[in-house]
């Protein structure tokens, strides 16, 4: 059997040889000005989850080798070891929590510039609870045609919270790591129900101070089995692993980040800085490949997702059952058994410019570092500008959105070209405390939040000080 370097030889002569034929007989020449990257053979690392799409089709429709890179993909057991092996240089560049460059570039855990030149998708999580606590939830849920009305709000669960509380016991929930999207939208959820997710300190990193839910990390993978066993009462985690304690029939995906904020952004492509400066035209290649995947994902109305499901199903990639990544990644969700609705967007790739990374989204992560404490003192606007742009990169994005535009593989129309890299302010109607976020001023949306930390404020052991 050939090793994984004599097959990638060998399809890089392929390639060489079929570009040699172009050039030699007048064909199309789009791949004759191939960049010149300064490394080819590279190893990307994800986590198994729907949101790695852009990853796999990239690979396995060839848009890598068609820049000239010959990739591996590699699963990564968690989210820590996946940001350890890109800042070492095991890995290339990874699937990453859009947290996770933000918070090692202001050295938040692990210090290490990371950026990100691409956007990997909008929405795609959900909030799921136990069968237990979703029948104590149902006692305060609106229903209508013997349905519940969506969206569900925090605030039907407050009165189990609270009754746990009573009888003295812990209301345990999961998430998948302290500076991920899940964290942060499962703690913007309870907070806009009157639930107190906890706090972080500078001495005191579980987040549960003066915490009324207990949030803790479990992996993706493993949320169904932690919440079977009990360990947990609910979790935040992406696809396919809500649709899958519905199928298991364990608990009940309750809400969607889509209902708590509309079209927000979700995972990124990471690389470290140096990786960037190093090897730019490897980095251009890279943004290149992924923004036709994302395009490829979308285009025509989602054509292309059942071919998806069936990449994503493989066990090289997600490994879950076709049935439950379909459910929704081809524009469905479902709530508890039988309760399936439609929500078209709740995995977007390319539409709404989902591949830019916007400096606002950016900005929205460190918003929320801060209101929880992991940012411990108060920093004026100016900072998370800063902030925000050191790590997030349209620069490199559009200037690979131009070459495809050049070679006929993408839409002028597609690309946000003459944006100042802030989205326009989110409306109240688009966010689930109905409270609108602009990302040019973080610090008045800090103050517009009922609970987190405001102004001044810091927590000192237990407390909150400060003004």
């Known amino acids: 059997m050939k090793s994984l370097r004599s097959i990638a030889i060998t399809r890089r002569t392929a390639v060489a040889v079929g570009m040699a034929s172009m050039l030699m007989f007048g064909a199309p020449l789009a791949h004759a000005e191939m960049l010149a990257v300064e490394k080819d053979e590279l190893k990307f690392g994800f986590i198994k989850l729907t949101d790695m799409a852009p990853l796999a089709v990239a690979y396995e429709k060839g848009y890598f080798e068609d820049e000239g ?85 925090a605030e039907y669960l407050k009165p189990v919270v609270d009754k746990f509380k009573a ?14 999207t899940h964290n942060y939208e499962l703690r913007y959820w309870l907070a806009s129900g009157g639930i107190n997710p906890g706090y972080y300190s500078p001495t005191d990193v579980s987040g549960q101070i003066k915490a009324d839910a207990l949030l803790s990390v479990t992996p993706p993978p493993q949320m169904p089995a932690t919440m079977e066993a009990g360990t ?23 809400i969607t980040d889509y209902e708590i904020w509309k079209n927000n952004p979700e995972k990124v492509f990471g ?5 960037t400066e ?15 995947a994302a395009k490829w994902l979308d285009e025509n109305n989602n054509a292309n997702r059942m071919e998806a499901v069936e990449i994503l199903s493989r066990s090289e ?34 539409r709404y410019y989902a591949t830019y990374p916007y400096y606002s989204d950016a900005v929205w992560y460190l918003t929320q570092m801060r ?42 129309a597609d690309f946000p070209w003459d944006t100042d890299g802030y989205r326009e302010p989110t409306p109240a109607e688009d966010i689930i405390d109905g409270i609108p976020y602009d990302g040019k001023q973080p610090n008045a949306y800090l103050e517009s939040l ?10 000192e052991g237990s407390e909150i000080v400060g003004g």
């Not at 690389?271 to 990786?275: Q, R």
């Not at 730019?280 to 036709?292: D, E, H, Q, S, V």
């Open 278 to 292: 190093q090897y730019p035209n490897t980095t251009l290649a890279i943004t290149k490949a992924l923004i036709r």
């Open 371 to 412: 209101r929880w404490g992991q940012i411990a003192e108060a920093k004026d606007d100016a900072w998370y500008d800063e902030v925000a742009k050191s790590v997030y990169r349209p620069d490199i994005y559009l200037k690979a959105a131009r070459m495809l535009v050049e070679e006929g593989q993408v839409d002028e």
């Open 271 to 275: 690389l470290t800085k140096e990786f």
């Open 69 to 153: 890179l010959f990739v591996t993909l590699e699963p990564q057991a968690n989210w820590k070891v996946l940001l350890d092996r890109v800042i070492t240089g095991e890995l290339d560049g990874a699937h990453m929590l859009a947290g996770q460059p933000l918070a090692a570039t202001i050295g938040f855990g692990t210090k290490a510039h990371i950026v990100t030149p691409f956007s990997m998708d909008l929405n795609g999580n959900g909030i799921t609870v136990s069968n237990e606590i979703w029948e104590m939830m149902k006692a305060y849920v609106p229903m209508e045609g013997g349905k519940p009305v969506h969206p569900i709000k």
């Open 317 to 350: 990639y997600v490994g879950a059952d076709k049935e439950v990544i379909a459910n929704s990644m081809t524009g469905t969700f479902e709530y508890e058994k039988g309760d399936k609705r439609e929500v078209p967007d709740f995995n977007v790739f390319y």
């Open 450 to 459: 009922p609970i987190g930390l405001k102004g001044k404020q810091m927590v």
């Open 232 to 254: 947990i009462y609910g979790y935040c985690v992406g696809e396919p692993w809500n649709q899958q304690a519905v199928f298991k029939g364990i608990g009940a995906p309750v």
């Open 167 to 180: 009888e003295g016991k812990p209301f345990n929930m999961g998430m998948v790591f302290p500076v991920s």
